[in-house]
DNA sequence: TTCGTACTTGACATTATGTAAAGTAACCCG
DNA sequence: CGGGTTACTTTACATAATGTCAAGTACGAA
């Protein structure tokens, strides 16, 4: 029983996590977040600076316990650059559905607040790395198709992949999460895979 | 000489649109709006309702300035189904940075306000409407890839187009507006039409 | 001259974030 | 047992921006 009760700290989090989650990143206050820890809004600032702080560590809190990195640790293990490619959709594609409501309201507040915009920054960073890791596997298998130079290519496919782009196809034109990601692995394929024969 | 002094309203969506294009839609309120136009701040609200309100009357302001109307009709002129995409492609796309200020400025109110949300929506079913266009035209020659459905086709191209794609690409990535103009017909082609041979 | 329209001025309400300071309750350590 | 530290509560206040309200002014038209 070491952890039937969280730290504040983990409350909180918890709390704003559940939050972000059920309301997508809308209407979720400061108080609305003490409240859901069960704890005074002022306390939230003896654990966290301002609003943008808590809305990144809880990203950070998410990514821990969703184990991204080690998701996307795995797509690299593949042996073909098409199987990268594709393993590196899967895991980035469905993980974003998990953190669609955080990630709305750090894109929010990325307007006004800069270090949200520079938390934010460096996770989509990390998502354009492995982008380009995948790139750089279908050019070393020279399955890459030739009208690319790399950094298009990477350019492309890091904006194929971009939450925006993931909001706009499944809650403007409805497709299912499933869906984004089996098309982006086939538009992937047919973009930059070069057909030998 | 009928209209050296714009009356108070036009000197508004005037300075609205200065601030917005100058701050790319960010730190622009209303007092800054007011200061710009000449007026006290109390002012804007005997013409406009609310500052959702002033956007979006600032937007059909840009739009009929700038005859957004007539440049995406012209494109419904274009002979081939192929013409007609590139031409909607090059109006449409050549657009977007004339208006990404306002753009902004919506997509953040868009959020906390009904209005908002529903102006930017009905501006973007328009687009949609000229994606759907061009698809329909591509079909009705026999050139549309018989790999999509229509409505998946549709979903793509205004999804390319979306003004979040053109910030992502442009913003982030570096690109000017042109490339992003000229890589969207290319893309759109490799895409959507059917190579008969 | 008077009336109405458009604008100004100044005061205030509201909402959310963030700061500050004093009080309390539990817990650990000597 | 007693004193101090830690974590949290409570209450009050500052600030920024939007939006409301009401009284005052200036000017043009009938």
Redesign the pocket.
């Known amino acids: 029983m070491s952890s039937t009760k969280l730290?504040?700290r983990s409350r909180i989090l918890e709390a704003a996590w559940k939050l972000m989650e059920d309301r997508l990143g809308q209407n979720v206050?400061?108080?609305d977040i003490a409240a859901e820890a069960?704890?005074?809004?002022?306390?939230l600032?003896?654990?966290f600076?301002?609003?943008?702080d808590l809305l990144i560590a809880t990203t950070r809190y998410i990514d821990d316990v969703k184990g991204i990195d080690a998701r996307l640790a795995a797509s690299r293990t593949s042996a073909s650059g098409i199987e990268r490619l594709d393993a590196f959709i899967e895991a980035w594609g469905s993980y974003i559905p998990e953190i669609y409501g955080v990630a709305r309201a750090l894109l929010a507040v990325k307007d006004t607040d800069a270090d949200a915009a520079e938390a934010w920054s460096q996770r989509m960073q990390a998502v354009r790395e492995g982008c380009q890791a995948a790139i750089a596997a279908l050019d070393s298998d020279n399955a890459l198709s030739p009208e690319w130079t790399g950094d298009r290519a990477v350019d492309l496919l890091w904006t194929m992949l971009s939450v925006r782009n993931w909001e706009q196809l499944t809650q403007d034109c409805g497709w299912t999460a499933e869906e984004f990601v089996d098309y982006s692995k086939r538009q992937a394929k047919r973009n930059f895979v070069v057909v030998h024969n």
């Open positions: 730290d504040t206050r400061m108080s069960g704890i005074s809004r002022q306390a600032y003896l654990h600076a301002n609003r943008a």
